[in-house]
Nanobody
Framework: VQLQASGGGLVQTGGSLRLSCAAS????????MGWFRQVTGKEREFVAG????????TYADSVKGRFTISRQYAATTVYLQMNNLKPEDTAVYYC?????????????????WGQGTLVTVSS
């Protein structure tokens, strides 16, 4: 599966961005998808995950109430709506396809990674 992420950029504190990730090649329609992020020098961390049918999702505590992950039923494009952004949200955001059908926060479940898109939140 190839993943193409887009939508990153520079935004002020309190602003919003919407990330998109399109999967192609071997279908991801029956797989969970998600977003992780990484700051240079730190480990990659989970942000949000969603099940294959869009019916269930899970979030890191740090983004609950501000970020929303979404996908249509069995669709191969996933979105991450990010509101009320904070400087600590600055990172490279990676979309991912899981080996499993459900939403997951575990990197061990990830089968494929996208190339990353940079989100910078200025204070």
């Amino acid at each position: 599966v190839q993943l193409q992420a887009s939508g990153g950029g520079l935004v002020q504190t309190g602003g919003s961005l919407r990330l998109s990730c399109a999967a192609s090649g071997r279908t991801a329609s029956n797989n969970g998808m998600g977003w992780f992020r990484q700051v240079t020098g730190k480990e990659r961390e989970f942000v949000a995950g969603i099940s294959w049918n869009g019916g269930s999702s899970t979030y890191a505590d740090s983004v609950k109430g501000r970020f929303t992950i979404s996908r249509q039923y069995a669709a191969t494009t996933v979105y991450l709506q990010m509101n009320n952004l904070k400087p600590e949200d600055t990172a490279v955001y990676y979309c991912a396809v899981s080996r499993r059908a459900f939403a997951t926060s575990r990197m061990a479940d990830i089968a494929s990674w996208g190339q990353g898109t940079l989100v910078t939140v200025s204070s």
